[in-house]
């Protein structure tokens, strides 16, 4: 069973930066991982995710602010995310998934693993 730990997220000012982190441990395959949102009254969207061989797939709103990451070494994933937006407030989760996708990693995709969320919370 993977088990996933998200930490670094936080309230920040508009236009700040925050590095989001994510723990990986335990067994199983993670072809996939990504990180995903949800604010309050909204559906959870997709912000970015990695394949095991570093390819990477962006939220095209999102694109330009976000870097997604991974150190293998480590087990721990990334998220780093620039010029942040009171829009940009939410609960960020990661998630992994063991299945393996032609191309890029999904962002509409119900991964299999996910995290237990870390608040961003941006103010103007």
């Known amino acids: 069973q993977v088990q996933l730990v998200e930490s670094g997220g936080g309230s920040v000012q508009a236009g700040g930066s925050l590095r989001l982190s994510c723990a990986l441990s335990g067994y199983g395959s993670t072809s996939c991982m990504g990180w995903f949102r949800q604010a309050p009254g909204n559906e959870r969207e997709g912000v970015a995710t990695i394949k095991n061989n570093g390819v990477t797939n962006y939220a095209d709103s999102l694109k330009g602010r976000i870097t997604i990451s991974k150190d293998n070494a480590k087990g721990t994933l990334y998220l780093q995310i620039d010029s942040l937006k009171p829009e940009d407030t939410a609960m960020y989760y990661c998630?992994?998934?063991?299945?393996?996708?032609?191309?890029?990693?999904?962002?509409?995709?119900?991964?299999?693993?996910w995290g237990q969320g870390t608040q961003v919370t941006v103010s103007s």
């Open positions: 998630a992994a998934d063991p299945g393996w996708f032609r191309g890029v990693c999904p962002l509409k995709y119900e991964y299999s693993y």
